[in-house]
Structure formats: structure tokens, C-alpha cells
């Protein structure tokens, strides 16, 4: 069974702070995504990374930054959380071949 | 500019009857489209994926349907159940500036099946 893992299912964090979600897959997958999903609008996508230390920007990368320092692990940062950023974050990972997705069971984070 | 549009209102049936999904997109050529699961609070779950060059796929009691000159693809699910009762999400794949491809998703069609 696929195992992607993020590290909170529950987080609420104070405007300002910066918060940290991490993923983390067993799967050996190259291609790892952050997206978030908001009512009405779907799942869009923040930034995704097709190897260790390579990232790309997504739809909507204003006000995040990444990491991928070993291959199973990918990090979204908020630099500085805002009430705008309250939502539900997912992470996935996809094979090079580009197939299915697998996702991680989400984060749902509140900024207060 | 692209889209993928899928019927935003809930879908409710009885159970044992056949429940029906669109998908719908325009300005896209994609490879293959992909169909999802996802409960309320969880993150999509896989279900199918239809080539450009398949015009049905049949997993079970799922089945797909992919017409790429009417742009738009057709989720099936025959006997439903109760425990069938989710949101479903289609996916395409979608070029970016720097050349890679990235999953576009539908905001997905919720449906209710009825005991």
C-alpha cells in the first residue's frame, strides 16, 4: 500500500507565525505536490518538486515557500500565516511516468 | 482560457440505480483524464484512468467513458450504494511555462445514494 504521511491532521496557528507541514511518502515517487482545496474552488495547486532540491511554482505560490532536502520528504512553509491561508492542504506524489496520484490524508489548517 | 467543469449540485439516487458523472473540459488535449474519490476530510483517492485512445474503461461496478471530440469524459456507477456517496474529481493533465506537466483537478460533483 502507498503511504503518503503529513504530519498533522489539525493545526491552528496565530497570524504571523510560520508554519511548517511536511510530507512524507514511501514510495520512492520522484514528483511531489502541495495543493490546497477551498469550497467552490477546488484542489489548486501551490508548488510541486521532480527531484531533491528542484521545485516549480504552481497556480498559486504567494505567500509559501518549499523545501525537498531528501527524496521522500516535502515541506510547504508559510512564511508568515495569514487568516487567507486557512484551508485544506493536501500533498501527493506521482510517479515520473505521470500516472495516478496518491495523496496524503490532509492537513486542515485554521489562522486565527 | 482552460477549464474543467463539472456539475457543482449534489447528485442524489437511490440505491441500485445507476449514477452518472460529467466531466467537462475545453481548450485541453490531454494524453488521459483520471476520475477520483474523496470523503469528506480526506485527501482523493484514485479510481480510473482512461487513455485518449480508449473510449471505455470498466473497473468493477465503475465505468468510463472518454470522448475526446465531444471533450468530455462520463463516470458510471452501476448497483450504487450508500457507501458510494463521496465528491468526485476529475483530473487532466496541463502543460506549465516551464515544460512540465502538472494534475488539474474539477471542483467535483458530490453525490448522495439514497437506501
Known amino acids: 500500500d502507498v503511504k503518503v504521511t503529513q504530519s498533522s491532521r489539525y493545526l491552528v496557528k496565530r ?7 511536511e510530507c512524507v511518502q514511501d514510495m520512492d515517487h520522484e514528483n511531489m505536490f502541495w495543493y490546497r482545496q477551498d469550497p467552490g474552488l477546488g484542489l489548486r495547486l501551490i508548488y510541486f518538486s521532480y527531484d531533491v ?14 523545501s525537498r532536502e531528501k527524496k521522500e ?11 487567507n491561508q486557512t484551508s485544506m492542504y ?8 505521470r500516472t495516478e496520484a496518491f495523496f496524503g490524508q490532509g492537513t486542515r489548517l485554521t489562522v486565527v | 482560457s482552460q477549464k474543467i467543469e463539472q456539475n457543482s449540485e449534489a447528485l442524489n439516487i437511490q440505491e441500485g440505480k445507476t449514477a452518472t458523472l ?6 485541453y488535449s490531454p494524453a488521459y483524464l483520471q476520475w477520483y474519490r474523496q470523503d469528506p476530510g480526506r485527501g482523493p483517492v484514485f479510481l480510473l484512468l482512461i487513455r485518449e485512445n ?30 458510494d456517496s463521496a465528491t468526485y474529481l476529475c483530473a487532466l493533465e496541463r502543460a506549465m511555462n516551464t515544460g512540465f506537466q502538472k494534475l488539474v483537478f474539477g ?3 458530490r453525490l448522495l445514494v439514497s437506501p
Open chain 1, 73 to 83: 520528504r516535502f515541506s510547504l512553509i508559510l512564511e508568515s500565516a495569514s487568516t
Open chain 1, 90 to 97: 493536501l500533498c501527493a506524489i506521482q510517479t515520473l511516468r
Open chain 1, 53 to 66: 532540491k528542484m521545485k516549480e511554482k504552481g497556480d498559486i505560490p504567494e505567500g509559501y515557500s518549499v
Open chain 1, 15 to 21: 497570524t504571523g507565525e510560520k508554519v511548517f507541514l
Open chain 2, 107 to 109: 471542483t467535483g460533483t
Open chain 2, 54 to 83: 480508449e473510449k471505455e474503461k470498466r473497473k468493477e461496478r465503475l465505468k468510463v467513458t472518454f470522448d475526446t471530440t465531444l471533450k468530455q469524459s462520463l463516470f458510471h456507477i452501476t448497483a450504487s450504494q450508500p457507501a
Open chain 2, 22 to 27: 460529467t466531466c467537462n473540459y475545453t481548450n
